[in-house]
């Protein structure tokens, strides 16, 4: 068990700066376990948390937002799909940001996605975020840099306003290389299962890798927080991926400790009759 301790993130510190291209998209050459391996552990990883969810559920006092970022192909859809399997549906709620409908951009840019923050007790996770404000926004200049400019800081005080509130704020950049992406788009087109997942706009998109690049290490850099710190997930293998943010996720429940709530009363010789 003890040797997948090293499927740990590169987690940003605060104020340190992020070059993408030194840091890893894949696990490490003399990785000591499997896929097989990673997938029984990535099972045994959901009946833990599984238990844990369900206590932070009856407990009904914090909750955990969990926030996926990543190119296209980098694997959100493949990451809830694998890591949240086991968890009651009742308790997690998937939320996946889309171009801002026209009531949405009617307000600020941050009110769709206060607005699908989690309950207390829920787990809630944001596939696509208000990140997107500093990605998609900047490389398209669809706002104003000197607007854009201001998201960071209102991103970081949002984060901090849900983390006072007991919304632990858990964030995976999900790491891919070019050669990855264009495997995995090529593999889109080349299957007509997989033709839905595919749109033209997918290879403009590509065309931006340098900028989006860009864009990412300085939300990175910017929005890394002592209570939101970003975690780097090398995403080249599903399987490694998956298990990293299975352990990251673990770790985040067992280190909440939730517990079931006392009683509201003395129950002690009660029966139903
Ligand atoms: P997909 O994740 O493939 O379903 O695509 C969702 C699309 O919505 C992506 O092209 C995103 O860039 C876009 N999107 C998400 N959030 C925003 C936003 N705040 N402003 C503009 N486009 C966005
Ligand atoms: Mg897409």
Known sequence: MSNFK??????????????????????????????????????????????????????????????????????????????????????????????????????????????????????????????????????????????????????????NLLTECDTKVVKCFLHISKERQQQRLQARLDDPTKHWKFSMGDLAERKLWGKYQEAYEDALEKCSTPFAPWHIIPSDKKWYRNLVISELLKKTLQDMDPQYPEPEGDYEGVVVE
């Open 6 to 159: 090293i499927a740990v993130p590169h987690t940003v510190n605060p104020g340190s700066k992020v070059k993408l291209k030194s840091i890893p998209t894949g696990p490490s050459e003399n990785l000591s376990f499997d896929k097989a391996a990673a997938r029984s552990q990535i099972a045994s990883n959901a009946v833990e948390m599984a238990e844990l969810a369900k206590r932070l559920y009856a407990e009904d006092k914090r909750s955990i937002l969990l926030v996926l970022q990543g190119m296209d192909t980098a694997g959100k859809d493949g990451t809830i799909r694998w890591v949240m399997r086991g968890m009651n549906p009742t308790s997690c709620q998937v939320h996946s940001f889309k171009v801002p409908s026209a009531e949405e951009r009617d307000h600020d840019f941050l009110w769709r996605h206060h607005n699908a923050a989690p309950r207390r007790g829920n787990i809630g996770i944001f596939n696509r975020s208000h990140y997107e404000e500093v990605l998609v926004v900047r490389v398209h200049n669809l706002k104003p840099e000197k607007r854009w400019q201001k998201h960071y800081g209102l991103i970081n005080d949002f984060e």
